[in-house]
């Protein structure tokens, strides 16, 4: 477990995973019982991503555990009033006192039921960053989940300060929890606010690190210059909060000044919508019979399923349907005949005329010709034909990729972004290709080792997907969850990991004032709250509103490492046992968030180093 290096040193081999880049390998070593340093664990440099590298937040893990200010023993509230001006006369307890405490809560709450009259869990819960908590609380998950319904509706951050808008539409276009360029086999990425060298870890630097030296290009589109642009082949300077017009210049450059000629139209036609045909109310012409989308067929001169054997449909032009149906979403059939049915690329085509390169200048500053070029080369890198083997199997080569950074891929223009960004790459079929753009991993869809196997067929020639029903006989009215996320939001789905990518915002603000045509019931609060490296009043918006509302909730348990501006309103602190001094094994493997790309699978022991 540990090695000897010397009478009174010792190192001790573990992980860090305080950041979804992780987790990374380490070692600590101790001297005379003392943490005194982090260092690299080379041992682990064939299967370690990062070749056994940390990134500096590892190294401060040494001042965490030595913090003066660190809590540790559990501690109870003494002043029952609370408020940001309350002194909440923390007073030290023992073990027994705390757990007794929290059982007997517990135990009041099952007596009077799991969930409360509005349907809502009494038990409520928060983690924090991206997930990575559960690989340092142990049984806690086990527990929460042998217990029953828990409500993880109150937010700490999420959809607010992650990237909320890739993690939905990514999953939902292609089971892209998070997106990456495949940077080993790509040769020109357009960086669009991605600051990949600061955020993304040992790993994502080192890979970024090897592309260079390779050759590759990387385009940093940003309004300031960091450190991912400093290494960066180009900065392009831009607006801040105008990268869609950056964007959508780019699309109108590839699909009307080049045209499809120019793109991967194998691809177009054969793996994506592209060939459907569109009716006059926005909704595709289907087959009167089967129901399938029709396609226009140029050999045959007429609308044929879009499964047809054989097909070689048509992306341009306007076509007379002799016979077709619509399908609006109520499942409404309405027959159709001698109508117009005009391709979803040619639609494409049409609505991104407008956006050329010099309306994008006179919004985001970049200008024109410099749009153009950029478009240009990521064309003419894309190497459209181009093939390359991959274990035995000979697969699309397209190495180019297009990424975004957070506040790109979230909040206002966030939407438009991914749109963008798919569209740019399932334009020339970089999508799911090696050297292109991929998803990482999936957290509303399972399971979440293999992306891949979460992919099934389902209606129209899409994936199969599980949303949230919004039709009368099996939506949701009553909502499980204090956000109402399968109420409200159908592509969040009812995953493990759907109420923390819901609204969480609205746990917060129901708590203080509903619609005014709210015709649900009142959101309650939770008998028992329960936090674990979280801070929601300063990781979520609008802290004074926020804190007011904390400072209602009846229990309050918080695993606490120093007193916080939201444990501070706690009932109980219950001392966190940080990461030099726990013990955990997780498994590692297959992909994760950022550029976390495994060659190995296996486990990974984080143990005390120090007691």
């Not at 940390?54 to 009033?81: D, E, F, S």
């Not at 808008?165 to 357009?190: K, M, Q």
């Not at 939506?475 to 609204?503: K, M, Y």
Request: net charge negative; with cysteine.
């Amino acid at each position: 477990m540990t090695a000897a290096t010397a009478r009174n040193e010792r190192k001790v081999p573990s992980y860090c995973y305080n950041c979804v880049a992780g987790p990374d390998f380490m070692n600590v070593k101790v001297i005379d019982g003392v943490a005194t340093e982090i260092e690299p664990n080379f041992a682990a440099a064939e299967v370690h991503p990062a070749r056994g590298r940390v990134c500096v937040k590892a190294h401060g893990l040494v001042q965490k555990t030595y913090n003066p200010h660190r809590i540790l023993q559990p501690m109870k509230r003494t002043n029952p009033k609370k408020g940001r001006n309350e002194d909440p006369g923390f007073v030290p307890i023992s073990w027994d006192e705390a757990l007794d405490t929290i059982a007997a809560r517990l135990a009041a709450v099952r007596e009077k039921g799991l969930v409360d009259d509005a349907g809502l869990p009494r038990v409520a819960a928060s983690f924090g960053h991206g997930g990575t908590p559960a690989m340092y609380m142990g049984t806690l998950p086990a527990f929460l989940a042998a217990w029953g319904p828990i409500d993880f509706s109150f937010g700490s951050g999420q959809g607010v300060k992650c990237v909320h808008s890739e993690h939905l539409y990514g999953e939902f276009w292609h089971r892209a929890f998070t997106v990456a360029a495949d940077t080993p086999n790509c040769r020109y990425v357009i960086s669009i606010g991605s600051n990949v060298d600061a955020s993304g870890g040992p790993c994502a630097v080192t890979r970024h690190a090897d592309a260079r030296v390779r050759g590759y290009k990387r385009v940093q589109v940003e309004p300031h210059l960091s450190v991912t642009g400093a290494c960066a082949s180009e900065w392009v300077p831009i607006r801040p909060k105008t990268d869609p017009a950056f964007m959508f210049a780019l699309i109108h450059v590839l699909v009307c000044e080049h045209g499809v000629g120019q793109l991967d139209l194998p691809f177009l036609r054969d793996r994506t919508s592209s060939p459907y045909l569109v009716g006059p109310d926005g909704l595709y012409l289907r087959d009167p019979d089967s129901a399938r989308p029709l396609v226009w067929d140029p050999v045959a001169g007429r609308a044929v399923p879009f499964d047809t054997p054989g097909v070689q449909p048509a992306l341009e032009g306007r076509f007379r349907v002799a016979a077709a149906v619509t399908v609006d979403a109520d499942d409404a059939r309405q027959p159709l005949a001698d109508v117009e049915g005009v391709p979803a690329h040619t639609m494409l085509v049409e609505h991104m005329r407008k956006y050329t390169p010099e309306w994008a200048e006179g919004i985001c500053d970049v200008p024109a010709a410099t749009i153009r070029r950029i478009a240009g080369e990521y064309l003419e890198n894309a190497q459209i034909g181009a093939t390359i083997e991959v274990d035995g199997a000979t697969l699309p080569l397209r190495p180019v990729a297009v990424t975004l950074g957070k506040s790109v891929n979230n909040g206002w223009g966030a939407f438009e972004c991914c749109w963008a960004r798919t569209v740019l790459a399932t334009l020339v079929g970089a999508l799911e290709v090696p050297g292109g753009t991929l998803g990482t991993t999936v957290r509303l869809n399972r399971p979440h080792d293999d992306r891949h196997l979460s992919v099934a067929a389902g209606e129209d020639g899409f994936m199969a997907q599980k949303f949230n029903p919004t039709d009368k006989a099996h939506w949701v009215a009553q909502p499980t969850g204090r956000n109402a996320h399968r109420t409200l939001v159908p592509i969040v789905g009812n995953s493990a990991w759907s109420q923390a990518l819901g609204p969480t915002q609205l746990a917060w603000m129901f708590q203080r004032e509903v619609p005014r045509d709210f015709n649900m019931p009142k959101p309650t609060l939770p008998d028992i709250w329960f936090i674990y490296r979280s801070n929601p009043a300063i990781s979520f918006w609008d802290t004074p509103s926020l804190v007011e509302t904390i400072a209602t909730f009846p229990f309050t348990v918080s695993f606490a490492y120093t007193v916080d501006e939201t444990n501070f309103f706690a009932d109980l602190l219950l001392p966190e046992a940080t990461d030099l001094e726990s013990l955990q094994m997780i498994k590692v493997g297959g992909t994760k968030f950022v550029e976390q790309f495994w060659t190995a699978r296996g486990v990974v022991l984080r143990q005390p180093a120090v007691e």
